[in-house]
Protein backbone atom coordinates (compact mmCIF):
# COMPACT_ATOMS: atom_id res chain seq x y z
CA UNK A 1 0.00 0.00 0.00
CA UNK A 2 1.91 3.62 -0.84
CA UNK A 3 2.25 5.75 1.67
CA UNK A 4 0.97 9.17 0.80
CA UNK A 5 2.56 12.45 1.78
CA UNK A 6 0.64 14.88 2.86
CA UNK A 7 1.27 18.84 3.91
CA UNK A 8 2.01 19.70 7.69
CA UNK A 9 0.52 23.44 8.10
CA UNK A 10 1.68 25.21 11.02
CA UNK A 11 -0.01 27.17 13.47
CA UNK A 12 2.78 29.68 14.39
CA UNK A 13 6.43 30.67 13.12
CA UNK A 14 8.36 32.60 14.82
CA UNK A 15 12.05 34.07 13.28
CA UNK A 16 14.51 36.47 15.04
CA UNK A 17 16.07 38.02 11.98
CA UNK A 18 19.64 38.10 13.68
CA UNK A 19 19.86 34.46 13.39
CA UNK A 20 18.02 32.77 11.01
CA UNK A 21 19.06 29.41 11.88
CA UNK A 22 19.27 29.18 15.54
CA UNK A 23 16.25 30.85 16.43
CA UNK A 24 13.85 29.41 13.68
CA UNK A 25 10.93 27.58 15.56
CA UNK A 26 8.40 25.82 14.14
CA UNK A 27 5.16 25.18 16.31
CA UNK A 28 2.63 22.29 15.95
CA UNK A 29 0.06 21.85 18.10
CA UNK A 30 -1.40 18.78 17.57
CA UNK A 31 2.29 16.36 16.63
CA UNK A 32 3.52 13.84 19.67
CA UNK A 33 7.02 13.33 18.17
CA UNK A 34 9.33 10.50 16.39
CA UNK A 35 7.98 7.17 16.12
CA UNK A 36 10.54 4.52 15.04
CA UNK A 37 8.97 1.49 15.89
CA UNK A 38 6.33 1.29 13.11
CA UNK A 39 6.38 0.61 9.82
CA UNK A 40 5.86 4.04 7.80
CA UNK A 41 2.38 3.31 6.45
CA UNK A 42 0.99 2.81 10.13
CA UNK A 43 2.62 5.45 12.27
CA UNK A 44 -0.50 7.77 13.14
CA UNK A 45 -1.09 11.49 11.68
CA UNK A 46 0.25 12.74 14.75
CA UNK A 47 3.38 11.68 14.72
CA UNK A 48 6.85 11.46 12.65
CA UNK A 49 9.21 9.00 11.81
CA UNK A 50 11.84 11.12 11.38
CA UNK A 51 13.20 14.39 11.77
CA UNK A 52 16.04 16.01 10.18
CA UNK A 53 18.10 19.56 10.66
CA UNK A 54 15.60 20.21 13.41
CA UNK A 55 15.49 19.31 17.22
CA UNK A 56 12.54 18.88 19.29
CA UNK A 57 12.23 21.58 21.98
CA UNK A 58 8.97 21.12 23.69
CA UNK A 59 5.63 19.50 22.90
CA UNK A 60 4.89 20.50 19.30
CA UNK A 61 7.60 22.96 18.72
CA UNK A 62 10.61 22.05 16.48
CA UNK A 63 13.97 24.26 16.50
CA UNK A 64 16.69 24.67 13.41
CA UNK A 65 19.73 23.09 13.85
CA UNK A 66 22.50 25.13 14.60
CA UNK A 67 25.57 25.07 11.57
CA UNK A 68 28.20 22.95 12.52
CA UNK A 69 31.62 24.54 14.20
CA UNK A 70 35.27 22.84 14.76
CA UNK A 71 35.08 21.76 18.68
CA UNK A 72 37.85 19.65 19.19
CA UNK A 73 41.00 18.70 17.28
CA UNK A 74 41.84 14.77 17.00
CA UNK A 75 44.94 14.66 16.14
CA UNK A 76 46.28 12.08 14.21
CA UNK A 77 43.08 10.07 14.23
CA UNK A 78 40.85 11.06 11.18
CA UNK A 79 36.92 10.38 12.11
CA UNK A 80 35.43 8.53 9.16
CA UNK A 81 31.92 8.62 10.73
CA UNK A 82 29.57 10.40 13.32
CA UNK A 83 26.70 9.36 14.78
CA UNK A 84 24.59 11.61 17.47
CA UNK A 85 21.39 10.29 18.47
CA UNK A 86 19.24 10.06 21.81
CA UNK A 87 19.43 7.35 24.25
CA UNK A 88 17.70 7.24 27.10
CA UNK A 89 16.42 11.19 26.50
CA UNK A 90 19.83 12.35 26.14
CA UNK A 91 22.07 12.60 22.55
CA UNK A 92 24.73 10.25 22.46
CA UNK A 93 27.56 10.54 19.89
CA UNK A 94 30.01 8.24 18.79
CA UNK A 95 33.26 8.95 16.27
CA UNK A 96 34.64 6.35 14.31
CA UNK A 97 38.29 6.69 13.37
CA UNK A 98 40.15 5.46 10.66
CA UNK A 99 42.42 3.47 13.19
CA UNK A 100 39.49 1.70 14.10
CA UNK A 101 39.11 3.16 17.66
CA UNK A 102 35.64 4.64 18.51
CA UNK A 103 35.49 7.51 20.79
CA UNK A 104 32.13 9.16 22.59
CA UNK A 105 31.01 12.57 22.66
CA UNK A 106 29.36 14.25 25.93
CA UNK A 107 28.96 17.62 23.75
CA UNK A 108 32.45 19.41 24.74
CA UNK A 109 34.71 16.70 25.01
CA UNK A 110 35.92 13.27 23.20
CA UNK A 111 37.06 9.86 25.62
CA UNK A 112 38.19 6.84 23.72
CA UNK A 113 35.44 4.41 24.12
CA UNK A 114 37.19 1.64 22.17
CA UNK A 115 41.03 1.42 21.42
CA UNK A 116 42.76 1.06 17.75
CA UNK A 117 41.96 -1.70 16.14
CA UNK A 118 38.77 -2.54 17.52
CA UNK A 119 36.78 -1.89 14.59
CA UNK A 120 38.31 -2.21 10.83
CA UNK A 121 38.39 1.52 10.28
CA UNK A 122 36.93 1.48 7.02
CA UNK A 123 34.04 4.07 6.17
CA UNK A 124 32.17 1.20 4.03
CA UNK A 125 32.10 -1.55 6.43
CA UNK A 126 30.62 0.62 9.60
CA UNK A 127 27.05 0.71 9.73
CA UNK A 128 24.62 1.03 13.18
CA UNK A 129 20.84 0.90 14.19
CA UNK A 130 19.12 2.26 17.17
CA UNK A 131 16.59 -0.40 19.26
CA UNK A 132 14.26 1.14 20.77
CA UNK A 133 16.30 4.32 21.76
CA UNK A 134 18.39 2.81 24.54
CA UNK A 135 20.96 1.54 22.73
CA UNK A 136 22.90 1.33 19.46
CA UNK A 137 23.99 -1.83 17.62
CA UNK A 138 27.31 -1.22 15.08
CA UNK A 139 28.18 -3.97 12.76
CA UNK A 140 31.28 -4.13 10.89
CA UNK A 141 33.60 -6.68 9.29
CA UNK A 142 35.62 -7.62 12.72
CA UNK A 143 32.29 -8.18 14.76
CA UNK A 144 28.84 -6.62 16.12
CA UNK A 145 28.94 -4.27 18.66
CA UNK A 146 26.90 -2.74 21.42
CA UNK A 147 26.82 0.66 22.90
CA UNK A 148 24.45 1.98 25.78
CA UNK A 149 25.66 5.09 26.32
CA UNK A 150 28.18 4.06 29.02
CA UNK A 151 30.01 1.18 27.34
CA UNK A 152 30.66 -0.02 24.13
CA UNK A 153 31.01 -3.58 23.96
CA UNK A 154 31.52 -6.94 21.21
CA UNK A 155 28.37 -8.84 21.35
CA UNK A 156 29.67 -11.42 18.30
CA UNK A 157 33.33 -12.00 16.81
CA UNK A 158 31.17 -14.26 14.69
CA UNK A 159 28.41 -11.91 13.76
CA UNK A 160 29.85 -9.35 10.93
CA UNK A 161 28.45 -7.41 8.10
CA UNK A 162 28.60 -4.53 6.22
CA UNK A 163 24.71 -2.93 6.81
CA UNK A 164 22.37 -3.19 10.12
CA UNK A 165 18.62 -1.70 10.48
CA UNK A 166 15.99 -2.72 12.90
CA UNK A 167 12.36 -3.86 11.64
CA UNK A 168 9.15 -5.16 13.30
CA UNK A 169 11.35 -5.56 16.62
CA UNK A 170 14.26 -7.28 15.15
CA UNK A 171 18.01 -6.57 14.26
CA UNK A 172 19.07 -7.26 10.35
CA UNK A 173 22.13 -7.91 9.64
CA UNK A 174 23.59 -8.15 5.80
CA UNK A 175 27.07 -9.59 5.00
CA UNK A 176 27.60 -10.04 1.12
CA UNK A 177 24.62 -12.44 0.15
CA UNK A 178 23.55 -13.25 3.24
CA UNK A 179 20.83 -11.54 5.87
CA UNK A 180 20.64 -12.43 9.79
CA UNK A 181 18.21 -11.51 12.07
CA UNK A 182 18.42 -11.23 15.84
CA UNK A 183 15.66 -13.39 18.05
CA UNK A 184 15.08 -9.78 20.09
Not at 11 to 36: C, T
Not at 71 to 93: A, D, F
Request: hydrophobic share 35%; charged share 20%; with cysteine.
Amino acid sequence: MPVRARKIRTQRRRIVSEDLYRNFYINIPSIKGVNQTLAPNLIPDDECQEIWNYLPTAKGTIRKIKSVKVLVETGSKQPIKIIIHPLNGTYQGLVFYDNGSVDKWDGSSLTEVAGSGTLSGDVESIDFCVWQNDRIYVIDGTGYYKWDGSSFTQISDQIKGHCITVWQGRVFVGNGSQVSYSVH
